[in-house]
């Protein structure tokens, strides 16, 4: 996965906004909306500076893609055009038989995309964990819980609210999903960061309770791209194991490795591999 220097280290990331750019003229053209050249070029552009900055071994180049995207989303989609782009905003669409906005963007991230770039949103976009990659606990220091049911629970209570919505006929749906977004952001935060300081595990609310991994898990282990170890390098030391976030088994190649629908692409992993095994 590693890419040494020269012109490969530009391949990965022109890839990846060459990939952008396709989605966004192909929906421009289907639409007809140039909104979409701006936003799916805006985000290419964002991850590709991301790669590029990781391939120039700079130390912060996740963080940035993370916060241009991230905040792009939260404040700018989110608050000021008050797209309900969490899924919530995704059950809406959907009911009301309307592809644009949140179930483009699911679409794209965290159906097909993951396809492709495994969870490269996780890694390189989400706003929820560009917050929860502030905190200490960067890399686990007690064993995984047994809560990943949890997320099945968050996904059916989402689905089961915007149904209610829809059965009630609340008036002002718009309005109702700008709320919705308000309150679900806030609980996201408070219940992330309050699950990260309980056990000591930045990612917990990204490992239990988010429900948009339930589209991003199965998906994601079909994944392109993916780190891959190359076993006759390895040595067994258990560094890439320690500082994985997510509690990837790391030394297994297969796409079947413990957790292995859960790794991030942060590269942590990579960098600690004294063997260059990764
Ligand atoms: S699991 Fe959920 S909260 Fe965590 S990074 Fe992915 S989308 Fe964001
Ligand atoms: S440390 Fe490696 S295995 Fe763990 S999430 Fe990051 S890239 Fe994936
Ligand atoms: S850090 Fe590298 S050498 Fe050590 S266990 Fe992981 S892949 Fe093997």
Not at 17 to 38: K, N
Not at 116 to 126: I, K, L, M, P, Q
Request: aromatic share 16%.
């Amino acid at each position: 996965m590693r890419e040494s220097g020269g012109i490969k280290q530009f391949v990965l990331p022109a890839m990846m906004w060459l990939i952008f750019e396709a989605v966004a003229v192909a929906l421009w053209l289907l639409t007809g909306e140039r909104f979409y050249v701006f936003n799916f070029s805006y985000i290419g552009t964002s991850v590709a500076a991301g790669i590029l900055l990781f391939q120039l071994r700079y130390q912060h180049a996740r963080r940035v893609a993370q916060f241009l995207v991230g905040t792009y989303m939260l404040v700018y989609l989110g608050l000021i055009c008050r797209e309900n782009m969490q899924i919530e905003g995704f059950w809406y669409y959907l009911f009301t038989g309307v592809f644009e906005a949140a179930t483009i963007h699911y679409a794209v991230a965290k159906i097909a995309g993951p396809l492709v770039f495994g969870r490269g949103w996780c890694g390189y976009a989400c706003w929820t964990a560009m917050i929860l990659d502030l905190l200490p606990y960067k890399m686990m220091q007690r064993p995984r819980k047994e809560w990943g049911w949890v997320r099945y629970l968050t996904f059916a209570l989402s689905f089961l609210f915007v149904s209610a919505l829809f059965l009630a006929g609340v008036n002002d749906m718009e309005r109702m999903m700008f709320l919705s977004f308000l309150i679900g952001n806030a609980l996201y935060y408070i219940i992330g960061i309050a699950l990260a300081f309980a056990l000591k595990d930045n990612r917990a609310f990204c490992k239990y309770i988010c429900p948009v991994a339930v589209f991003l898990k199965p998906m994601s282990y079909f994944s392109l791209l993916r780190v891959k170890c190359d076993e006759s390098k390895c040595i067994s030391c258990g560094r890439c194991r320690r500082v994985c976030p997510m509690d990837v088994d790391m030394t297994d190649p297969s796409r079947k490795r413990k957790n292995g629908t859960e790794c991030i692409l942060c590269h942590e992993c990579v960098k600690a591999c004294p063997e260059k095994a990764l």
